[in-house]
């Protein structure tokens, strides 16, 4: 199965796109994660990425367009895969067209997760993440055991600097005035599907797992 999953910042895409990957055994394919990886580690793409990410601004079209098809050139490119946080953009949605046909990888689905923004600001203002393994927290809805501690790995948590308030609204305008056109780009191919993305994080997996086309959802265990 392949799979893109849109969603605002905080609308759990992240979350969701990781429990498609287990439940589907899909790889789970974040720019967002592909492009702080590039920062901490120096390379050139982070180093393009960077002064963009702490402003809350999307990273240039080309920039994330060829991460993106670097990681389908390479031997083991994703055959199925759910795509967290790319595409952003009409221009990416447009590249990455052209990346599937090029692999004769077409999708199955493209999930368009429905959140209100009351609700998106106060889950990003309490997201904390591990910068060791990536797991990510919530106070108060999915908080650690222990205060500030990851519950894998022990290390420290942190919170992003881009989920300051004031960068979470600029990020959420940025969404929106992308969205309309990404919408009608997957309207248009018939692959769009739109699922509530409010309620505890089993449900709205449940609303997504539902709103896959019939042939591609997992079969139920007794
Ligand atoms: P995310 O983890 O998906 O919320 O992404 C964090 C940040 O990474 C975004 O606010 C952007 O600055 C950058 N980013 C991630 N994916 C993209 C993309 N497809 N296009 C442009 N910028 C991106």
Redesign the pocket.
Known sequence: MRLILIGP?GSGK?TQAKLLAERLALAHI????I?REAIDTGTPAGKK?AP??TQ????PDEV?NEIISDRFKRPDRPERFVM??????SA?AAAFDGILKQNHLPLDAVLILLVNIDELVRRITGRWNCPKCKASFHVPDRPPRLAGICDDCGTKLVQRN?DQESTFRE?ERIYEANLKELESFYDRQGLARRVAGTGQITTIFQTIIQALPRANQPVAHS
């Open positions: 910042p992240g974040s720019t967002g994660d492009l990425a963009f990410m809350g601004r999307l990273v994330v967290d946080g790319y595409p952003r953009t990416q881009d990020r």
